[in-house]
């Protein structure tokens, strides 16, 4: 059934209008997004299908090309539109770093890095360098791994923070599983690299552990 033949209050976008985004369920919203559905599977039951099928929106979202264009309805360009859409909200997340605002707490920093790492299918080891304001001088992914983690080098990390000549640096790196707790081995590297970076001055606040919907800080959990 197309869109404009569906009772007016079950449309999404209608729905959207009248009530806000917030009241449409995860299908209504992909709905709103396919704009149409496949011969034979309107757009509400393709978007319920694909809700399923990749086990919900973040995993629809976070899918690789392929898989995305192997499911009949789809193609590059849906594809292309989601990725446009997922960048335009780490873009907004990271808006206020990008202007030079101070981190003035943990929450600012969960926020910006689960934009950023909250969706990635390997392990990502970053830092956020920062001055002596704790104003963002740079985001940058310093080394990637596959799923089971990534080597990471003190050295290398040491001599990117100098050249950034940065106060102060947070780790933080995602655990694909989707389970934030951290490891054994990710407090002892954090012990490492306060270490190496104390004997040039610069400070480490704090390392975290980026799950699916979940950040957890070493420095709050006293593991620093």
Not at 2 to 14: A, G, L, S
Not at 37 to 49: E, K, N
Not at 177 to 203: F, H, M, Y
Request: proline share 5%; with cysteine.
């Amino acid at each position: 059934m197309p869109n404009t033949d569906w009772p007016t209050d079950e449309r999404p976008r209608e729905r959207l209008l009248a009530h806000g985004a917030a009241s449409l369920s995860d299908a209504e919203l992909l709905a709103i997004f396919l704009r149409t559905g496949t011969a034979g599977m309107p757009v509400m039951a393709l978007a319920r299908h694909l809700t399923e099928a990749f086990g919900g929106l973040r995993g629809l979202m976070t899918a690789s090309r392929r898989q995305f264009c192997d499911v009949k309805g789809l193609g590059t360009a849906k594809y292309a539109q989601v990725q446009a859409a997922m960048e335009m909200a780490r873009r907004v997340m990271d808006e206020p770093l990008r202007q030079g605002d101070p981190l003035r707490s943990p929450e600012d920093t969960r926020r910006f890095l689960c934009s950023r790492l909250g969706t990635y299918p390997h392990e990502v080891f970053s830092g956020l360098f920062l001055d002596n304001r704790h104003r963002v001088i740079r985001y940058q992914e310093l080394f990637r791994g596959t799923i089971d983690g990534a080597a990471v080098y003190p050295r290398e990390v040491v001599r990117q923070a100098l050249e950034f000549n940065a106060a102060a640096v947070i780790f933080a790196h995602n655990h694909p599983s989707g389970v934030a707790e951290p490891s054994q081995s990710d407090i002892s590297l954090t012990k490492r690299l306060k270490e190496a970076l104390g004997l040039v001055d610069i400070r480490v606040l704090d390392h975290m552990v980026v799950g699916h919907g979940e950040v957890i800080s070493l420095a709050e959990r006293g593991l620093m």
